[in-house]
């Protein structure tokens, strides 16, 4: 198995950039001198977009996809930040090849900025600004438990943020409810947690896409998520497997009955969830569905065909 | 009338602290120099609550009232910064002292902060951040407008987050919805914007509560709003000028067909809407009602009974 985590990671070659790098006006520095205005908008009123894509191993995954999605969002918040793709694209490999991160989840980021004319409160005057920032492979399960599968929990406290508020597919910082759904979970000793929408479908988590199996079938959530590249990876590999999928709306107490749960999610790739609230699914462990596509999704992730090597300095 | 901006606009005494200061660490700096981290759980999860006091005329406006609220955000979010409200406020005092502000927009704030535990995604594992920064008075809308009546127009591509997603009492910079609705207003050259509930009710705008005047009576919104400490004053105005007041919803229809609406906030007070979407008020200028609300307010904001005063140094 390709997943051996300790083995494959390799620290940063610099103290320096031992936790992080960044890459703002130009410079590649220290992530923990990366900050931004306190009364930048996309603090303050959240004004911003990002988008996060992994490299394993050396080579960014699927890196023209990430970079679409991020710019489709810039797009529909009417952000820009002046920059080309190929700019952005170059940013992101110095950045990564000075912190020697071989595997790191690393973020782009369009924030509104501040305002060029003093005391304007109008969105359209504002010098948006893009910086980005890299850091050890995030893993929104931790190592130990994706492997065996981690325990969720279905929120009862919040409903997710609907989509004609804040459109889920515009990769956003509103992580209020994930955080109050955290909570929730983190106190009755779930991993994480899964939000419904106000019709009590499910949607997503706290960075992941949700799946399920039934009858051999793949469902996944089609409302109220963001369309995960890691989402569209398991899409793709199922297909390749010859498993019929299914993208709809999928009630809690349908998703109790199934078969396997998992998530997909750049911080981890394909994570088998053996619990849900109280129900235990594939006696506690990974599914057989959920491992083949977990291999295949590893393998996906070291294969040439998507990937984009760094050259490294270090 | 009190309301004579210019004269009474003082401007901050040092260069050094003109645009603005803030409170990080112990120390006051320059507004320039205050940042936080790129990631920060208050940027990057918008975990965070903040609240603003204006400062009039060399005097806190209602301070205990924008501590209280501070501090019942902060408790609904679980978030300690390890502070006491007396702690707070000496910040507050000395900051705004310092910077020589005397009209002033006063921040505080108190973010989730950085995990303790490297990797952790649990955010009790936080250690909570508290700062603040002032900035010369903010006016929601511009000077000039707010005595002769703004327009506002009520958002069609985008409704207000629900409370059961993000609680709007607690003061938060989840923006996003108002920022959609901000420019479908700008693009059609409306000052600010309303935004409606899921249901068709109206909420509030970006940084105020809504009010309406029908048949002598004060009509305002009852849920998807922000409690304003500015609403509180008007309500308390009302009743002490006899006014009989109504909180409860008010759908977009019966809006357009009140006599006068207004708007309260911290950044100006009392303001006189004049046109909603294509409707006038009022012959497009302000109200008999709105104006005796107004002067009140503004008379309340000089009275020693709600003033805090600050010792400057400078």
Same mark, same amino acid.
């Given at each position: 198995?390709v997943?051996?985590q300790n083995?494959?990671?390799?620290?940063? %070659?610099s103290? #320096?950039?031992a936790?992080?790098a960044?890459? =703002?006006?130009?410079?590649?520095?220290p992530?923990?001198?990366?900050s931004?205005?306190?009364?930048?908008?996309?603090l303050?009123h959240?004004?911003?977009?990002?988008?996060?894509?992994?490299v394993?191993?050396?080579?960014f &995954?699927?890196i023209?996809?990430? %970079?679409? +999605? &991020?710019f489709?969002?810039?797009? !529909?918040?009417?952000?820009?930040?002046?920059?080309?793709r190929?700019k952005?694209? $170059?940013? %992101?490999? $110095?950045?990564v090849?000075?912190?020697?991160?071989?595997?790191?989840?690393?973020? =782009?980021? *369009?924030?509104?900025?501040l305002?060029?004319?003093?005391?304007?409160?109008?969105p +359209?005057? *504002?010098?948006?600004? &893009?910086y980005s920032?890299c850091?050890?492979?995030?893993h929104?399960? #931790?190592?130990?438990?994706?492997v065996?599968g981690a325990?969720?929990?279905? !929120?009862?406290?919040?409903?997710?943020?609907?989509?004609?508020s804040?459109?889920p597919?515009?990769?956003?910082?509103?992580?209020g409810d994930?955080?109050?759904?955290? &909570? $929730?979970a983190?106190?009755?000793?779930y991993?994480?947690?899964?939000?419904?929408?106000?019709?009590?479908?499910?949607?997503?988590?706290?960075?992941?896409?949700?799946?399920?199996? +039934?009858?051999?079938?793949?469902?996944?959530?089609?409302s109220?998520?963001?369309?995960?590249?890691?989402r569209?990876?398991?899409?793709?590999i199922a297909?390749?497997l010859?498993?019929r999928?299914?993208i @709809?709306?999928i009630? #809690?107490?349908?998703l109790?009955?199934?078969d396997?749960?998992?998530?997909?999610?750049?911080g981890?790739?394909?994570?088998?969830?053996?619990?849900?609230?109280?129900q235990?699914f594939?006696?506690?462990? *990974?599914?057989?569905?959920?491992? $083949?596509? @977990?291999?295949?999704?590893?393998?996906?992730?070291?294969s040439?065909?998507? @990937?984009?090597?760094?050259?490294?300095?270090n």
């Amino acid at each position: 198995m390709v997943i051996q985590q300790n083995e494959m990671e390799v620290a940063a %070659l610099s103290d #320096k950039y031992a936790s992080g790098a960044a890459w =703002m006006n130009g410079e590649v520095i220290p992530i923990g001198e990366a900050s931004i205005p306190v009364n930048d908008w996309g603090l303050i009123h959240s004004d911003i977009t990002y988008d996060v894509v992994p490299v394993w191993n050396g080579g960014f &995954f699927r890196i023209q996809d990430y %970079l679409d +999605r &991020f710019f489709e969002s810039m797009k !529909a918040l009417r952000l820009d930040p002046k920059m080309t793709r190929g700019k952005i694209q $170059e940013v %992101l490999t $110095e950045m990564v090849s000075i912190s020697g991160f071989r595997n790191s989840y690393v973020s =782009m980021v *369009c924030s509104r900025g501040l305002p060029r004319v003093s005391g304007s409160r109008d969105p +359209r005057d *504002c010098a948006n600004y &893009f910086y980005s920032w890299c850091v050890p492979y995030i893993h929104v399960i #931790k190592p130990d438990i994706e492997v065996i599968g981690a325990s969720a929990l279905i !929120a009862e406290s919040v409903k997710r943020i609907p989509d004609n508020s804040i459109n889920p597919i515009v990769k956003n910082y509103h992580w209020g409810d994930f955080t109050v759904g955290l &909570f $929730e979970a983190k106190d009755s000793s779930y991993e994480t947690v899964i939000l419904t929408d106000q019709d009590g479908n499910i949607t997503e988590g706290p960075g992941f896409n949700i799946f399920a199996i +039934r009858n051999g079938t793949l469902i996944t959530p089609k409302s109220g998520v963001l369309s995960g590249i890691s989402r569209k990876t398991v899409l793709e590999i199922a297909e390749g497997l010859g498993i019929r999928t299914e993208i @709809r709306n999928i009630k #809690k107490t349908e998703l109790l009955r199934t078969d396997e749960v998992f998530i997909s999610t750049s911080g981890g790739g394909v994570i088998p969830i053996a619990k849900v609230n109280e129900q235990i699914f594939s006696d506690g462990q *990974c599914g057989a569905v959920t491992l $083949e596509i @977990r291999k295949t999704y590893w393998t996906w992730m070291n294969s040439p065909a998507y @990937r984009t090597e760094i050259f490294y300095k270090n």
